[in-house]
């Protein structure tokens, strides 16, 4: 059984879940809207074992992750009480923002794709740099072949 927060595969995480029915339409279908929810989550877990939280980032950074593009290609449908994998790779980390993307995976699978470009802004909602700390831990996660 894999850990609640998921796990990383080499740079990879991988967050399991399954999908039920306040997820899907009346039909059995996820909800379109819900695949960018599972995004987050698995995101939030991965930064979360890569030793980054949001309470910190926000408390001892005054930064915070906002969601500058996101671009989703729906393959196939996730279907209630169907265990589905979020999978998240670091594409680019850059000055203020990072770029990322993200596969909803059900048995080998595509779902769902998703490509990000987060930027890193503080409370007033300006670009900011990423905290060093942070910067390290994510480009850690980027693949070897593309840093």
Known sequence: MAPPGGRFHGAEH?????????????????YYANYLKFAERARTEMMR????????????????????????????????DDDIEVRTTI????????????RVMRAG????SIGLKLGCVGRNG???????PLREALAELVPAGQR
């Not at 074992?49 to 500058?68: E, K, P, Q, S």
């Not at 594409?91 to 993200?102: F, L, P, T």
Request: net charge negative; hydrophobic share 45%.
């Open 14 to 30: 991988v967050y399991p879940l399954r999908v039920y029915y306040e997820d899907t339409d009346a039909s059995g279908i996820v």
């Open 49 to 80: 074992g890569a030793g980054i939280t949001h309470v910190t980032l926000l408390g001892d950074h005054d930064a915070a992750f906002v969601v500058r593009r996101c671009v989703v290609d729906y393959r196939q449908p996730a279907r209630l």
């Open 91 to 102: 594409d680019r980390v850059a000055g203020a923002h990072i770029e990322a993307e993200q």
């Open 109 to 112: 699978a595509l779902l769902a």
């Open 126 to 132: 300006r670009a900011v740099r990423l905290p060093t």
